[in-house]
Nanobody, 123 residues
Framework: QLQLVESGGDLVQPGGSLTLSCAAS????????IAWFRQAPGKEREEISC????????NYAMSVQGRFTISRDNRKNMEYLRMDSLKSEDTGVYYCARAYGRSCPEKHIYAIWGKGTQVTVSS
């Protein structure tokens, strides 16, 4: 069964850090581009980072550039999103998603989605 499962969401204070994990089953993550999305309350889901399959090239939304880092552990078949200098506007449900191929899709269309993990940034 093709599946993604996110974990690591938590309540964290502004300025704090958190690392989210995305575990895959049924396929090899390194064969595909994997992205992280978030959906803030009352807002549309937005793509915040994507890492390409094999090359490991990554990109970030302007809102998280310099604060978030996407990475992959091929031995564990897992992806991570390290989040530093968290702000209240980073609050939302975070999802990982798998692309149809190795490249991060320009139209942000993804084949497989996890169910999400909640991140709340508040004092």
């Amino acid at each position: 069964q093709l599946q993604l499962v996110e974990s690591g969401g938590d309540l964290v204070q502004p300025g704090g850090s958190l690392t989210l994990s995305c575990a895959a089953s049924g396929f090899t993550m390194d064969d595909y581009a994997i992205a992280w999305f978030r959906q803030a309350p009352g807002k549309e889901r937005e793509e915040i980072s994507c890492i390409e399959g094999r090359s490991g090239s990554s990109n970030y939304a302007m809102s998280v550039q310099g604060r978030f880092t996407i990475s992959r552990d091929n031995r564990k078949n897992m992806e991570y999103l390290r989040m530093d200098s968290l702000k209240s506007e980073d609050t939302g449900v975070y999802y990982c998603a798998r692309a149809y191929g190795r490249s991060c899709p320009e139209k942000h269309i993804y084949a497989i989605w996890g169910k999400g993990t909640q991140v709340t940034v508040s004092s």
